[in-house]
């Protein structure tokens, strides 16, 4: 095991120690996890100060951890939930996190002896193991929920070196930011941010989950090759003629509700999580809540280029609350979808059924996630599986909404995907979505037609000559008072 380059490219950032052939960890903090099933930790000062002790332990104590991270240990656990809930915690819950924790050196074991799959009908292997999977470097890791579970565990107890993270481009991924949040600036939703992590921990101590999660690094070469498709130019989306997919539009509901198996879009942030595991609480934060596993990503996924996306397959939801055109099109992509309509002559294109964070909900076997990136059992599944989104990146970073669905609906047409999901969340400047695009359907347009419409307004609108958006301009009649449409 140490001789694996995965392996040693991930080491300096897991709190386990190596000694060869073998891991394991320090006797300090083995006696300490075993510990706490004897009632020793009963409160959040307590908690903080046995996480003092293990952070001594591992030698992580020159690495600070957020001022008020103490103080927002102990107004959670001893103000915030009832004595009912505190006791299940620390009687129940934090003990099998002990357990958990003590069993982390054989799970990763286990992991990397089961780490590399061969590709049927190819046998090409593919590395699968966790590794540092830097920028440009498009691959894959495949991690049992149980193993996941156990790092988000060392995160909870704030047990990551912090090393160099920040040099590498990664998210913090200890909790201490977190809890530190809850204490400088008090709110219910940071509160309730909380709450979901410890809603995730109650349920894997009680029933932990068998399934299997794949991340993927998506990367558009910056050059062509006979195998991939590189990161396209004005003229690949101006000459394509790929019919536009079916367009649904949701005025109402969430997209992480969405009925029908589809890809979930999480548009906020360059860095995987956002400020999830900080004051941060819009629709990426929100997603990585109710799903805590998507936060084992931050640990190893650098910050995303332009021509990167994200593919996360197999998370389980444990909670409910109340770019660009190319990033869009790199994550809505199966590379094996374009191999299929590259070598389709053009004339053709119109019998074609045109068919990416994407998540799926449930446990995923390690057979299931290995089909996810088989190509020809992908090629069939794919045919199914649209793409449910909304307003990207038109919140906090001040996006225009109207063009950014359309840049979403020409990503997923050229991607094959075989419709898209729209939730509006009752934005006013997308009432009239749904008339525009069933116009635009009706008029039979490719994905180059609407393209090369959007960058005719664009050009406009820069010139000063309109001033109104992009729906109307496309079809005032629309929005002419008391007036239907042909």
């Known amino acids: 095991m140490e001789k694996r380059e995965d392996w040693k490219s991930i080491l300096p950032y897991l709190p386990v120690v190596m000694r060869p052939p073998s891991l394991f960890w320090p006797s300090q ?39 008020s991270t103490a103080h927002g240990y102990a107004l959670f656990f001893d103000e915030l939930i009832s004595r009912e809930e505190c006791r299940k915690w620390f009687d129940e819950v934090l003990p099998a996190l002990g357990d958990l924790l003590l069993r982390l050196p054989s799970l990763l074991e286990a992991h990397y002896e089961d780490a590399d799959m061969v590709i049927d009908g190819v046998g090409a292997t593919v590395r699968t193991g966790l590794r540092m999977l830097d920028s440009q470097e498009a691959g894959a890791v495949f991690l049992t929920q149980e193993l996941i579970a156990a790092l988000l565990a060392c995160s909870f107890l704030c047990l990551f070196p912090v090393h160099d993270r920040y040099e590498k481009q990664l998210q913090p991924v200890n909790f201490d930011e977190l809890f530190a949040s809850l204490y400088d600036d008090y709110s219910q939703k940071q509160e309730n941010k ?18 299997v999660v794949s991340f993927e690094r998506k990367v558009f070469p910056w050059e062509d090759d006979s195998f991939h498709i590189s990161y396209p130019n004005a003229n690949f989306w101006s000459t394509s003629v790929m019919p536009l997919c079916r367009f649904e539009v949701h005025s109402s509901g969430l997209i992480e509700d969405h009925s029908s198996e589809a890809v979930e879009v999480d548009f906020a942030n360059e860095y995987l999580g956002g400020g999830a595991l900080r004051r941060g609480c819009v629709q990426e934060e929100i997603r990585f809540m109710i799903s805590p596993e998507l936060i084992a990503g931050m640990l190893f996924l650098p910050s995303m280029a332009d021509n990167e996306a994200i593919d996360i397959v197999g998370v389980a939801r444990f909670s409910s609350y109340k770019g660009e055109i190319n990033k869009a099109f790199c994550g809505f992509l199966q590379q094996s979808k374009y191999q299929q309509y590259k070598k389709i002559p053009q004339e053709n294109f119109d019998a074609v059924t045109s068919t990416s964070m994407e998540t799926s909900e ?3 076997s390690y057979q299931d996630i290995r089909n996810s990136h088989n190509d020809s059992v992908m090629m069939e599944k794919s045919n199914d599986i649209g793409v449910a989104t909304g307003n990207w990146g038109c919140g906090a970073f ?11 609906w020409l990503a997923a047409s050229q991607a094959q995907r075989p419709f898209i999901a729209y939730y509006t969340f009752g934005l006013g400047e997308l009432q009239k979505l749904d008339k525009v695009a069933c116009w635009i359907l009706s008029q039979r347009w490719t994905v ?10 664009s050009t406009s609108r820069s010139k000063g000559e309109t001033n109104v958006g992009f ?13 239907g449409m042909d």
């Open 29 to 67: 903090v083995v006696e300490a996890l075993r510990e706490l099933g004897c009632g020793r930790v009963d409160s959040g000062r307590l908690l903080f100060i046995f996480i003092t002790e293990l952070r001594n332990s591992l030698s992580l104590s020159p690495e600070p951890l957020a001022p």
């Open 362 to 364: 449930g446990e995923n």
């Open 398 to 408: 001040g996006g225009d909404p109207e063009v950014k669905t359309i840049i979403q």
């Open 471 to 483: 729906l109307k301009w496309l079809l005032p009649s629309v929005y002419a008072h008391g007036s």
């Open 448 to 457: 180059g037609d609407l393209w090369n419409m959007l960058v005719e307004y």
């Open 194 to 211: 909380i709450w979901c992590i410890i809603h995730y921990f109650e349920r894997i101590s009680s029933d932990m989950p068998k399934g």
